[in-house]
Structures are given as C-alpha cells and as structure tokens.
C-alpha cells in the first residue's frame, strides 16, 4: 500500500487538490490550485460548481495514483437531487440574501431557545435550514452538502458527513443524528436527509468515467468534510489548554470540548457547537475574517498583497476600528466605502490610503479574534496557555502580531494548510498510519513549519479599542 493520499479542500477563495506523503513524517505537495468565489446571475449568488468539479478532476489528474481521496469544502450550502440523481439548479451562495428575515420566522415558529437546545448551533442567516426554507422543495429527492456532492459525483453514493451536517441546524447536538422532530416542525421533508456517514468511513470507489478522465483509481473515503473540522483536527497543539483560529476567508475563532455548551449565556454570545473529530465539540463564534481584506484588494485593482501588510504595519496603530463582525460586511461589494461607513457611524475619521484600511481591518480582525477567544474561555471554563492561528491567515505576519498583543496570550502560527492536513491525517488513520487525535496533532507539529508570536504592546489600547466597537 502506498502511503499517499490526496485531499480536495474547497476554500470559499480558493480550491485545491493536495498530496500527502506519509511514508517518512508527513510532507505535503500541490497538484493543483484553482480559484474559487461567487458568481452573480441576475439577483442570486451562486458557485461556480461543475467549474469546481472539473478542477478537482485536472486536479486528481495531477496528483497521481494515491491510497485514497478525501474530500473537504466550505460549510452549509448544498445541492438539490433529483430522483434519479440530477442536480437541480446551480447551488446558491451563502452570501446571497435570500434568507432575509427568515432567521427572525424560524426563531418565532419554533422559538430561539429551543432551537438553539436541539443544534447548538449559533444563528447566522446562512444557515442551511434558513436556505432550505426559501427554496423550492417539491421536485428535489435528496439535499447533498458540497463536500457530499462532490463525493457523489465522483463515487456515485450518497450520504452526509457528519461534521458538516452539523452546520445545517438541523442536526441534534447531543445524539449526532437528523433531529428529525425539529424537521417535521419546520415542514421540511424527511426525504431529502441522507443517511450520515463518519470521518473515516469509505464512500466508494472512484467510478468508471472519473477514472477514465484521471488516468487510475481509488477509494474516496469520508474525512471531516466541513473544512473547519479539518483544520481544528490538524492544529498542532499538544495538551488541551489552547485555543484555534482558523484564519481565512472567515476566522473560525474558540476552543474544543468534549460536549456542548447550551447556555443561556452562550446562546446569547451567539457561539455555535459543531461536531468536531471523534466526537469533540468544536466551540466557536464565526468572525469575518480576510473577508473583509479580500473585498478590499478586489476593490483596487492592481494592488498587491505583500506591499499593503507591509505598508500597513508602518501606520499609526487604532487610527480606526470597526467591528468586524457587522452583518452590512457579509455579501459582496464595495467594501472600503462599508468600512468607512461604519467608522463615520462610530465618530472615527475612515481611512485615507489603502494602507491605513488594511490596518484597519487587521486590527479590527484583531480585536473580533481577541472577543471570540475570551468568551469561549469564559463561557466554557476551558484554560488557554496558547491561540493557535491555522490556514493562510498564518502568513500574514501584522495579523499574528496583532492577535497576539489583542489577545495578550502567545500566538503559535501555521500550518497554512491545517485543512488538508486534518483530511489526508483522518485518511491515514483509516488506513492504519497514526493513531488518534493527539498523535494526528503532533505528526503536524513535528512536521511543519511554525512561528510563535509573544504578546507585547500596552493591553489598555486593545481595551479602549474594544470599548469603541463592542
Ligand atoms: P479559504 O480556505 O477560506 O479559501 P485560505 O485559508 O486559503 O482561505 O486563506 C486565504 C487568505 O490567506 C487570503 O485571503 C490572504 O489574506 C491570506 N494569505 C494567503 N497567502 C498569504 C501570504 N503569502 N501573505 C499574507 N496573507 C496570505
Ligand atoms: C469556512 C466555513 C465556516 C462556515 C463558512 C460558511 O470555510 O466552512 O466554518 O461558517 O465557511
């Protein structure tokens, strides 16, 4: 058996086929990386998913014969079957507006409370269940997650991975089954719930013509398919007193846990359970991330990212903060006339340079990163010795060094690529090359490169700059 395994990771900015190579320590190699983002048609924002598919295959083309494929992506959004297995529609983006106000219904409907006792999950409009809500049901047979889809298409077996299906809200924290009951509420059909699979259960084998368009063939097997439970299984931490972040187009930001919290409290702090690997408790609040970077760059053609962090950490510090986590930053557009605004609305003078704005969202990332990790300590009672940032937010230098002077605890940066190495690791396990979590972790640690940021700088700013925005 070789000890190879390729892993398809699909970021909201960017996709990638990666390849694993086990067989001494853990290297990793990319086959292939592709740009991915949303695609306006009209009034709906949709992904771009058989250009998606069709890089995944050049992709697996380029990676060659492997052990096995695993398949990761983005959370929530899913495709709709038909009977006999067609795609119905382009799936929707989740930064579309559909769901507008629907949030507010499901919470009247069903009650925010007990929604919140039956998934754990926190609200964002996003949601699946939100989406479903506004979609239209009557010819769909089965609603297939991306990552499921994927595995679909490229096996021909459906089903829904459990890490992901947490994000849905329609899972039960506590069981990790369909919370059937709360569907039923909802009117939702039954029909449309595939039977859950588990990280490390084998899916299939790679069909026929996928085969024939790649050149060999192997089995695709489940891994933590929501991307986030791939990165929090490949932080390489080494005791549980550590908080993550993974950074990149979001920052998922908190800690992990062995149950759920379902607080009062907690539900106020709007702070989600989602199922991590083996069982744990993936305990964090969702800030917006290099979003918010992304769609400023976008909106100045021509310049680079290198030259504005360097830039950028030449500028006064707390010129301008916002909080960053405002719904008027979630879709796409004119993001640096928003930031303005927001800084107009809280009596700050708005940046004057691309530079001073990329200052302003890192510290304002900053800041989101320093609440997030301070309220999953106290609302769960875990210890943090040390914030883990993973993903390619572990690149940028000003952002690492913000958080950790924001959040006045040693930052230890990388893997950039924590999600693939959380999938091909989960692989490795299946097939009998490591063993649990902790040695999953410190096969990360001892094989990739990482950077460790010391707090310094006067705390009393990172306060006064939260007292402006929270
Ligand atoms: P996703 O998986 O959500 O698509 P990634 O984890 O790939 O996101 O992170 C993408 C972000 O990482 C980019 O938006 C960018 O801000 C940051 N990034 C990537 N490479 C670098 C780099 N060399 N220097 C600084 N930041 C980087
Ligand atoms: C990060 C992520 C995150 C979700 C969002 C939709 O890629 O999966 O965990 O909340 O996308």
């Avoid at 320590?25 to 009034?43: I, K, M, Q, T, Y």
């Avoid at 929530?76 to 219904?105: F, M």
């Avoid at 890192?362 to 989101?368: H, Q, V």
Wanted: hydrophobic share 45%; net charge negative; with cysteine.
């Amino acid at each position: 058996m070789s000890h190879r395994f390729a892993a398809v990771d699909l970021g909201a900015s960017s996709g990638r086929v990666m390849l694993a190579d086990l067989s001494d320590g853990l290297s990793l190699a990319e086959a292939h990386r592709f740009a991915n983002g949303p695609v306006r048609v009209a009034d709906r924002l949709h992904w771009d998913i058989l250009g998606i598919y069709r890089e995944i295959l050049a992709g697996l083309r380029a990676a060659g014969p492997v052990s096995s494929v695993g398949v990761d992506s983005w959370a929530v959004d899913y495709g709709l079957l038909d009977e006999s297995g067609g795609l119905i529609g382009n799936p929707v983006h989740y930064r579309d507006d559909r769901t507008r106000g629907v949030p507010e219904r499901v919470a009247a409907l069903v009650g925010a409370e007990a929604l919140y006792d039956v998934s754990g999950l926190q609200v964002l409009p996003f949601n699946t269940l939100y989406q479903l809500l506004t979609d239209r049901l009557d010819g769909a047979a089965t609603m297939v997650l991306i990552p499921d889809l994927i595995g679909y298409w490229l096996t021909g077996e459906l089903g829904a991975e459990v890490t992901n299906a947490s994000t849905t809200g329609l899972l039960d924290v506590r069981t990790r089954s369909w919370a059937w009951p709360l569907i039923e509420r909802l009117g939702l059909p039954a029909r449309l719930f595939p039977p859950l699979r588990q990280p490390g259960e084998p899916i299939g084998g790679l069909r026929r013509d996928v085969a024939g368009e790649i050149g060999w063939s192997a089995p695709v097997r489940a891994v933590g398919s929501h991307d986030t439970a791939s990165a929090v299984a490949a932080v390489p931490a080494s005791g549980p007193a550590f908080a993550y972040i993974s950074c990149g187009t979001w920052s998922l930001a908190g800690v992990e846990l062995t149950g759920p919290v379902l607080t009062p409290q907690s539900r106020a702090a709007n702070f989600t359970n989602e199922a991590g690997i083996d069982g744990t408790v993936r305990y964090l609040r969702n800030v917006m991330g290099l979003w918010l970077l992304q769609e400023c760059v976008r909106a100045w053609p021509g310049s680079d990212l290198g030259e504005l962090l360097k830039a950028a950490a030449a500028e006064r510090p707390f010129a301008a903060v916002v909080n960053p986590d405002e719904p008027v930053f979630l879709p796409p557009g004119d993001m640096p006339a928003r930031i303005a605004a927001e800084c107009r609305r809280r009596g700050q003078r708005p940046p004057a340079s691309p530079a001073a704005y990329t200052r302003c969202v890192l510290e304002s990332l900053a800041l989101g990163h320093r609440r997030a990790v301070r309220q999953a300590m106290e609302l769960s009672g875990r210890d943090v010795e040390v914030v883990h940032l993973v993903g390619g937010g572990s690149y940028n230098e000003l952002l690492c060094r913000l958080t950790a002077d924001a959040c006045g605890l040693p930052v230890v940066a990388g893997p950039a690529e924590a999600t693939t190495l959380g999938n091909v690791l989960v692989q490795a396990r299946a097939a009998g090359l490591v063993s649990g979590l902790e040695e999953m972790r410190s096969l990360v640690a001892s094989s990739q490169p990482l950077r460790r940021y010391e707090p310094s700088g006067d705390a009393r700013l990172w306060d006064e700059a939260a007292a402006r925005v929270f």
